[in-house]
């Protein structure tokens, strides 16, 4: 591997300097080994040939190939409008081919009157097929070529300069082709690849790009997908072990009279089974001596904060002091209501620091956690602030994690000089499980997979907006009942490009159907001031309805809230949908989620929208998401910070592979924990190569 490493991409035959510039620009591309390394998305089949006739205006037409001959070339259009287009025939039809680069040179290539083979995707445009810039073979050539031709991923800048799919191909072929591939080590042991029947890296990497078969072609994808995923897991793991071995933590192992005193005489309701084990888990990391880092997993309503209270009473029962920090004003004010309703028997200080907290306030709380007389402070990013000192954190509990960067937790952990805090972060966005793999495997992971006695799942229901009055007729007979009710809209104000309703026109609307009720409403641009006032009109019961954009997705804590309806719910994703409809279904009373929709949707949309009727299990619909989504809108991924870019495998479709390599590499560290010996040294090597490998491959269209 070592030449290809380190040969330069601009000595590669065809690229030349100019091109290596902009292959680096474009996709980071440097060197042989980058190029080979730059994999087809899919392939197309070249054994077909299709006819004009047979092409299909009912749905999107694949990539396609067409023999036939140019009838006419014309040029149109002057500047940066010129173009040319061809006029090709096959026999049983007409369609257009249309170049917008490299005129001059396209047209001195191909002649009227000659076959050629033309490949590229057909749209209908003017009541006429055409291709934007198609490749051209002579029919000689096209016979040639392998049946299976992969397509690569291209920027636009790419393809403004003239590099196709194509150039990639011819690339790739002259690399396997060359004399580097000789010097093409294996990155992965000889005794894994064996056992586990893995094709060799030289020949996956060939079949990769040119396939034999369909079956080498997944054996090929098998062993790289794995390689990547392998190495993922090594660095995870060996970050997570070494973590627990170099960080010491503040031993607790004590429960007293806080703890004590909280469970026999305070306790708002039995715990769950479900909250008892996971006490336990984060109780046996704090008197550990470790570092605790563990993540929380519950659904709206599970009782994290609860959990989360306890754990604080047992840092202050071996005289420490306790941290809870949330993303937003509203939701820290009503976690501080919570801790101090339930502490304030037992004696303990709770305090609430937020950008709004009075100078006056402040230096009592700085003055109060110096000297150890504040307990708990809760707070938002305000807690990260340079004046507030602890004397001695013992446990930062974050909530919804997602919301927070790395630098900003790694901020609240340094608040302790002593040693390193415990560390619980808490999230209600159940993530999935090969995320939490992956993302997340660095983090030890506690479940709360069950709801507090007395809950009544949430009954969701699809509806359309011929269906409108039947949804305002139900929405009356809860607010009759003393109820009160949600209603989410995708946007703040219309949009003529946009065919959703918004929340402006929604409450006026709202307030003329419902006058005898008083409705409240709250969006992203309006100040937190009003914003604060508007939510606690329905915080307190004053209003009956509040009109709302997504900014509730975590927000107060409405028992009385019984019904949530949301608009255009095509709009929104899985994961976003259950969190939102996690704003109800706290009380006793029955919860009912409405997601209204047009008549006219498309089938996986509606199958999406379906999924949310029969279900309230979030793990089930967070794996439902990724699927459908892909993982990278899901709880902030990119912001988590992956150690390097992922090629060829998707952590949505791969969860076997992905556990394959998470045992395979558990297993090599429980032999070689330091990488020590010649092979650990050699995967050593090989993590450091792929983390200063990361780029960004965003701008891929």
Known sequence: MNRLRSTDIKFLKGIGPQRAKLLEKELGIKTFRDLLYHFPTHYIDRSTIYRIRDFSTAGEMPMVQVKGRFVTFTEQGEGAKRRLIGLFSDGSGLMEAVWFNSISKIRKAYQTGTEYVVFG?????????????????????????????????????????????????????????????????????????????????????????????????????????????????????????????????????????YFNGFYTRVLPFPLTEAQKRVVREIHADMKSGRQMNRLLQGDVGSGKTLVALLCMLIALDNGKQAALMAPTEILATQHFETLSEWSNALGINVKLLTGSTPAKQREVIHSQLADGSLHILVGTHALLEDPVRFRNLGLAVIDEQHRFGVAQRARLWKKNTIAPPHVLVMTATPIPRTLAMTVYGDLDVSVIDELPPGRKPIVTKLRYDTQRFQVYQGIGR?????????????????????????????????????????????????????????????ASGQAQILVATTVIEVGVNVPNATTMVIENAERFGLSQLHQLRGRVGRGEGQSFCILMTKQKIARDTRKRLELMTETTDGFVIAEADMKMRGPGDIEGTMQSGMPFDLKIANLAQDGQIIQLARDTAIDLLDHDPELSTPTGQRLSTELARLAERTTDWSRIS
């Open 478 to 538: 809860q607010l009759r009942q003393g109820r009160q009710i949600y209603i989410v809209y995708p946007l703040i104000s219309e949009n003529e490009k946009l065919d959703l309703r918004s929340l402006e026109e929604g409450y006026e609307q709202i307030r003329e159907v419902f006058r005898d009720y008083k409705v409240a409403f709250v969006h992203g641009r309006m100040k937190p001031a009003e914003k604060d006032w508007q939510m606690q009109l329905f």
């Open 121 to 257: 995707k057909p749209s209908w445009f003017n009541n006429r097929w055409s291709m934007t810039h198609p490749e051209v073979d002579s029919e000689a050539s096209a016979a040639s070529a392998p049946e299976k031709r992969g397509v690569y991923p291209l920027t636009t800048g790419l393809r403004q300069k003239g590099v196709t799919s194509r150039s990639f191909a011819t690339w790739s072929r002259t690399i396997v082709e060359s004399r580097q591939m000789e010097s093409l080590t294996d990155t992965i042991p000889e005794s894994i690849t064996a056992r586990l029947h893995l094709m060799p890296l030289r020949e996956a990497l060939i079949n990769i790009h040119f396939p034999r078969s369909g079956a080498e072609l997944e054996r090929a994808r098998l062993r790289l997908k794995f390689e990547e995923l392998f190495f993922l897991q090594l660095n995870i793991n060996r970050y997570a072990r070494r973590r627990k071995t170099a960080s010491g933590g503040i031993a607790m192992p004590r429960v007293g009279q």
